[in-house]
């Protein structure tokens, strides 16, 4: 998420990259309707998960600047991403400074 000042005349631009191919790497497999005989926490592929984010992450990002043609007066970027490591990762491939990039 960008964060910046607005004016009434700016718009919202969102993007929630997920194309559902990596749905084994992280997920519960017995939540919701799936009762098996599967684990019964969570299951994570670490190695996995913080490639796809750190791949996927600076292209959405690129992609969403393209998108409104310009690099906005960004003041904070944050990111819904739980991983210190990989918002510090993502952080610096995409040039953002250390104090403009939120973990909370």
Not at 29 to 35: D, H, K, L, M
Not at 65 to 80: A, D
């Amino acid at each position: 998420m960008l964060i910046e000042a607005a004016t009434p005349d700016d718009s919202l631009v969102i993007s929630a990259y997920s194309d559902g191919s990596g749905h084994r790497q992280i997920m519960f497999p017995n939540s919701g309707t799936r009762v098996s005989d599967e684990a019964k926490h969570v299951v994570m592929n670490g190695f996995e998960v913080f490639s796809f984010a750190t791949k996927t992450a600076p292209e959405t990002l690129s992609a969403i600047l393209e998108f409104i043609g310009r690099r906005p007066r960004t003041w904070m970027l944050c990111f819904h991403q739980a991983n210190k490591m990989i918002i510090d990762f993502i952080a610096k491939r995409c040039g953002i400074p250390h104090e403009k990039s939120l973990f909370a």
